[in-house]
T-cell receptor, first 114, second 114 residues
Framework: EPEVTQTPSHQVTQMGQEVILRCVPI?????FYWYRQILGQKVEFLVS????????KSEIFDDQFSVERPDGSNFTLKIRSTKLEDSAMYFC????????????FGNGTRLTVT | DAKTTQPPSMDCAEGRAANLPCNHS???????VYWYRQIHSQGPQYIIH???NNETNEMASLIITEDRKSSTLILPHATLRDTAVYYC???????????????FGQGTILTVHP
């Protein structure tokens, strides 16, 4: 069964550094998402991406975040200058074109900012 | 999207059916009910979804009341590996101004005991 894959599984970075989290969505999907989950807290929506542009973003998704679909297969989340509070699990998800089809999530990247 | 209410935790004996309730009294006509689960810190896993008819797949059954104000996820023969946080989420179809994002609540922690 096709699945969403994320790399790396764990990323450690120093405060102020830039990180790029990578995702390969399911191949025929057209909607893409990033979520994050701080340890012990809820899964939180960050951003949705459709037709090569951001379709919706949350308050969390400020100017230090950006997303890109550089080559038609990968979907990336960049954090420009990481802060300690960016430490979390980051989940990518994708969705097929059908309106009611579910989101399928990857197993996440654990980002640790030191 | 309509708000959902779930019990914070439930227990179930291995081999028995687990029945997880969800209230969504403000659901509107075009909103679907989705169930996901999250095992430890893995990515949310899609289980099942429905609009108004009962649904069944290889993982679970979804029973939606006739007035659609509540639903029940049934795991027919729970195993230890079904121990997870279960999320009931209501969402409109993607399209137009909605891009299909899911909003996660706290969910129900299901513990399956030997």
């Amino acid at each position: 069964e096709p699945e969403v894959t994320q790399t790396p599984s764990h990323q450690v970075t120093q405060m102020g550094q830039e990180v790029i989290l990578r995702c390969v969505p399911i191949s025929n999907h057209l909607y893409f998402y990033w979520y994050r989950q701080i340890l012990g807290q809820k899964v939180e929506f960050l951003v949705s991406f459709y037709n090569n542009e951001i379709s919706e973003k949350s308050e969390i998704f400020d100017d230090q975040f950006s997303v890109e679909r550089p080559d038609g297969s990968n979907f990336t989340l960049k954090i420009r200058s990481t802060k300690l509070e960016d430490s979390a699990m980051y989940f990518c998800a994708s969705k097929a074109p059908t309106g009611n089809s579910p989101l399928h999530f990857g197993n996440g990247t654990r980002l640790t900012v030191t | 999207d309509a708000k959902t209410t779930q019990p914070p935790s439930m227990d179930c004996a291995e081999g028995r059916a687990a029945n997880l309730p969800c209230n969504h009294s403000t659901i509107s006509g075009n909103e679907y009910v989705y169930w996901y689960r999250q095992i430890h810190s893995q990515g949310p896993q899609y289980i099942i979804h429905g609009l108004k008819n009962n649904e069944t797949n290889e993982m679970a059954s979804l029973i939606i009341t006739e007035d659609r104000k509540s639903s029940t996820l049934i795991l027919p023969h729970a195993t230890l590996r079904d121990t997870a946080v279960y999320y009931c989420i209501v969402r409109v179809n993607a399209g137009g101004t909605s891009y299909g994002k899911l909003t996660f609540g706290q969910g129900t922690i299901l513990t399956v005991h030997p």
